[in-house]
């Protein structure tokens, strides 16, 4: 028989209660429902912008470029601000930077002040977003967090969905102009505020506690890495890169105005087109993260869901039967590569050096979608895109052809890169 005193029960960490996790869950949940949908809210508009404010597709890819613009400044400093001042603060900050920047959007038809409310909006989203990733670690973490994250993500597309169909559920706002929905999206701006303070609360009563699991390193730059990253590495930003900037400069900025004028659809047809890949999204998303927790197989994956988005823009001008084939493409491919593209990074690089190359990553990121919001907005006006010349648009989509077709290369070299990693014989003493 073992001593008493010789014997020691094993260390159990407390958690938080069911409830308080729930809580959790619903204000991360509000908050980034809130954040997804006043960013996605230019694109329902656009067309409107154009005929009665009489903004330029320059303009209009500047209202999401400039979102971009902090957040390449921002995620080296986000990790830092947490750090010291808590994720729960920080949260609250950032969400009521998100509402009064969509409030300034909303007040005026002046393009320099709706530019100033998106850039206002860009400074709290993303570092919201850090936030939020920070106190699902500090919560979950060892805690099925994979799973909530994903869920979270799922949460974040259904911002996404609601905002492509608003002008159904709220097409009597459509129907006054572009000012009533931009106004809609200050609301879900304040919901956004609700769910930072909500979180504030549920986590400023737990902390004291001793039940939240301990945050990884904010994610901030460590410039001393950058050359220790491995070629796969590489890859993976470049496509994070190209693919993220076709996804959010086409389909959340010009695809709907794209749809009404190259196609002929009425605003809430082409604001419903667009919604399914958000949609599919919500649903397939948790689907392809648990597929890749079951296989791996990363690279290929990723090889076959990035070769979709070339495709997709291939079929889309080839007439209008095209757009549910596109729209499907692109679904599947949103679906499953973010699914295992994030997780995917610490696969190529030293544990010590993730913040880093999360850090790194997401900063390129956020570059790209600017240039690539810039960049279409530019081809439209030099093209002439509009409804009386809808082949202007051709420029444009073989832009985000391009683009695309540069991401499907870089998993090609990454699935490369596996296949020499692991021809490699394994060295013994």
């Known amino acids: 028989m073992i001593p008493a005193t010789r014997y020691s029960a094993p260390m159990i960490q407390p958690r938080p209660s069911p409830l308080s996790q729930a809580a959790m869950f619903l204000a991360c949940a509000l908050a980034s429902v809130g954040n997804y949908y006043v960013y996605d809210s230019i694109g329902p508009v656009a067309d409107l912008l154009s005929r009665q404010l009489g903004f330029s597709d320059t303009q209009i890819g500047t209202l999401n470029a400039i979102y971009s613009l902090p957040n390449i400044f921002m995620v080296l400093i986000g990790g830092v601000l947490i750090d ?3 994720a729960r603060t920080v949260m609250v900050a950032s969400t009521v930077l998100c509402f009064l920047g969509a409030v300034l959007t909303a007040a005026s038809g002046s393009f320099v002040l709706m530019a100033a409310g998106r850039l206002l909006f860009g400074l709290g989203a993303e570092t919201m977003i850090v936030a939020v990733t920070v106190a699902f670690a500090q919560w979950f973490v060892g ?6 994250f994903a869920l979270n993500i799922s949460v974040s597309r259904m911002g996404s969905y609601l905002a492509d169909r608003s002008p159904s559920f709220a097409s009597d706002l459509y129907a006054q102009g572009w000012q009533p929905p931009l106004w809609l999206a200050a609301a879900f701006g304040a919901i956004c505020c609700a769910g930072g303070l909500l979180f504030w609360l549920v986590d400023r009563r737990e902390a004291p506690r001793g039940t939240l699991a301990i945050a990884p390193p904010p994610e901030r730059i460590d410039w001393s890495n950058l050359l220790r990253f491995r070629a796969a ?8 890169v190209t693919f993220y900037a076709v996804i ?7 695809s709907i105005k794209y749809f009404q004028q190259a196609h002929g659809l009425d605003l809430e047809a082409a604001s419903t087109l667009n919604s399914y890949v958000f949609l599919a999204a919500v649903f397939a998303t948790p689907a392809f993260g648990f597929l890749v927790d079951r296989i791996g197989r990363h690279a290929l994956l990723m090889l076959l869901g990035s070769a979709l ?3 997709s823009f291939a079929v ?3 007439g ?3 757009l549910w084939l596109s729209t499907v493409l692109l679904g599947i491919s949103f679906s499953l590569v973010p699914a295992v593209l994030w997780p995917s990074v610490a696969r190529y690089v030293e544990p010590q050096q993730l913040g880093t190359a999360y850090g790194l990553m997401t900063m390129l990121q956020a570059a790209g979608v600017m240039i690539a919001n810039l960049g279409a907005g530019y081809l439209n006006d030099a093209s002439g895109a509009s409804a009386g010349n809808p082949a202007g648009y051709s420029a444009m989509l073989w832009f985000f052809g391009s683009v695309s077709l540069a991401g499907f290369v870089f998993t090609m070299l990454l699935r490369r890169a596996d296949a020499h990693s692991a021809a490699k014989p394994v060295m013994t003493d």
């Open 309 to 311: 988005l070339p495709l």
């Open 248 to 254: 959010f400069a086409f389909r959340s900025t010009f």
């Open 143 to 148: 805690r099925h967090f994979a799973l909530f």
């Open 320 to 322: 209008a039967h095209a």
């Open 84 to 86: 010291r001042y808590t």
């Open 233 to 240: 590495y590489w890859y993976v930003v470049g496509l994070c």
């Open 316 to 318: 889309l001008g080839t």
